[in-house]
């Protein structure tokens, strides 16, 4: 069954901790993305990658990490550093830029 | 830098009014134009993109590169297109190796029976 998959569905964290939210493609896509969607922000873009091993950062990458390891995950970490996580994180893959992006379900990421 | 605007964030209207979601952007290339739908409970989807030129589910949309803007369109609207609506923006850097997809703030679509 092809497709995007993010998991967990919903992630807890202790204030300090990072935090590994996972995505993954079986779609054999080049490009993924990570956007943060917020009510009333629509979605941020955070990180993407258009190839393996090669990573860009977004309009809101602070405080946020990836990496791009092998074509088909590109995990995202949130670090102590980000100011403001609790949120929820939805990854994209595309064939290629400017072309059509695959959404996973999202995770919704509480910082308790 | 890139930009897409949404002007509304809700737009409520009556089963088989004419719908118009706006959606201006903000770029000095020729980018690549979308709209993306999310109805309730389901994943982000991909709804039209400029270059097909295609109707899907009775939408259509129009890159007016004058105006920069790209509007959604449906003649009737039905109850069942109540969701949220992102425009969004692809693009290539100068040089054609670098780009980002960025969205709207979305507009709600609420179609009233």
């Known amino acids: 069954d092809g497709g995007i998959t993010q998991s967990p569905k919903y992630l807890f964290r202790k204030e300090g901790q990072n935090v590994t939210l996972s995505c993954e493609q079986n779609?054999?896509?080049?490009?993924m993305y990570w956007y943060r969607q917020d009510p009333g922000q629509g979605l941020r873009l955070i990180y993407y990658?258009?190839?393996?091993?090669?990573?860009q950062k977004g309009d809101i990458a602070e405080g946020y990490s990836v990496s791009r390891e092998k074509k088909e995950s590109f995990p995202l970490t949130v670090t102590s550093a980000q100011k403001n996580p609790t949120a929820f994180y939805l990854c994209?893959?595309?064939?290629?830029?400017?072309?059509?992006?695959?959404f996973g379900q999202g995770t919704r990421l509480t910082v308790v | 830098a890139q930009r897409v605007t949404q002007p509304e964030k809700l737009l409520s209207v009556f089963k088989g009014a004419p719908v118009e979601l706006k959606c201006n952007y903000s770029?000095?290339?020729?980018?690549?134009l979308f709209w993306y739908v999310q109805y309730s409970r389901q994943r982000l989807q991909l709804l039209l993109r400029?270059?097909s030129r295609e109707s899907i589910k009775g939408f259509t949309a129009d890159l007016n590169k004058g105006e920069t803007s790209f509007h959604l369109k449906k003649p009737f609207a039905q109850e069942e297109d109540s969701a949220m609506y992102y425009c969004?923006?692809?693009?290539?850097?100068?040089?054609?190796?670098?780009?980002?997809?960025?969205f709207g703030k979305g507009t709600k679509l609420s179609v009233k029976p």
């Open positions: 994209a893959s595309g064939p290629s830029m400017n072309t059509e992006a695959f």
């Open positions: 779609l054999n896509h080049d490009a």
């Open positions: 990658s258009q190839i393996v091993n090669d990573f």
């Open positions: 770029y000095s290339g020729s980018p690549e």
């Open positions: 969004a923006l692809s693009h290539l850097n100068y040089g054609g190796s670098q780009g980002n997809l960025i």
């Open positions: 400029h270059i």
